[in-house]
């Protein structure tokens, strides 16, 4: 899963999702963890009590003050001044903790944005899909950081030396040893695809699958929790639209 973004709503029906088709082994979490949302304390509480393998991402950064917040638009560094008071010191210093490339798990390399500027970059287009895949080192990757579900397939054939495909619920990928890929799974807690549901992907282990995965949740209630926060408006009416 990633940006979960404070959403606490929208990772517990995630995870009571996920675990409909059996236990899970593990959460791999790709950053943007807090920021936007009005829970951030508890939704790294709940990443703990999962024992998630956890990265960061610009936002979790910006929460601590370890970044400045001068690249973000009015909004977010509302927000992000806003979680900024709202986390206790062990959780900051849980934040800094996390890693901006995980160690390979498997056979995937996580990481918020691209290998090349793990936080911040984009992947989005041939030219950073191509970028990321020549600073891959394992078959396979995660990214968040877009919002947009995505797989990118390695071709080296091709002058682009990759395809682009946007995913939707229940598009299947399978890992072969024919091509890398690179996955993004959609966000959980601020989809921005035109569709609202939460958005995140199972990696079955055993059928060396990745299965797209939508989900409804109660967005009105975390909006509700943003507007008692007193959070941008923009930030709560988007969640209604997937925007
Ligand atoms: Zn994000």
Redo the contacts with the bound molecule.
């Keep these: 899963m990633s940006?979960i973004?404070a959403n606490l709503t929208a990772l517990d029906t995630v995870v009571r999702d996920a675990e409909e088709d059996g236990a899970i082994d593990g959460v791999w979490s790709l950053g943007?963890n807090v920021?936007y949302g009005p829970q951030p304390a508890e939704c790294l509480a709940r990443l703990r009590e999962l024992n998630a393998t956890i990265i960061a991402?610009?936002?979790d950064r910006a929460a601590t003050g370890a970044m400045g917040i001068e690249e973000f638009n009015s909004d977010a560094a509302t927000a992000a001044l806003w979680t900024r008071e709202h986390l206790s010191e062990d959780d900051k210093a849980f934040l800094d903790k996390l890693p901006e490339v995980s160690k390979p798990v498997d056979s995937f390399t996580i990481v918020h944005g691209t290998l090349k500027y793990p936080v911040w970059e984009y992947l989005y287009s041939y030219e950073t899909a191509q970028g990321h895949l020549e600073l891959q080192e394992t078959p396979f990757s995660f990214v968040?950081?877009t919002?947009v579900p995505l797989r990118v397939v390695e071709d080296k054939q091709q002058p682009r030396g990759c395809e682009l495909y946007r995913l939707d619920d229940g598009d299947v990928t399978e890992l072969t040893d024919e091509a890398r890929l690179v996955l993004n799974p959609g966000?959980v807690g601020?989809p921005r695809d035109g569709d609202p549901r939460a958005s995140y992907a199972i990696y079955d282990t055993d059928q060396q699958t990745v299965t797209m995965k939508r989900v409804e949740y109660e967005f009105a209630k975390t909006q509700e929790l943003m507007r008692e926060a007193d959070l941008p408006v923009w930030l709560i009416d988007r969640l209604a639209v997937g925007r």
């Design positions: 940006d973004h943007d920021g991402g610009n936002h968040g950081h919002h966000s601020q």
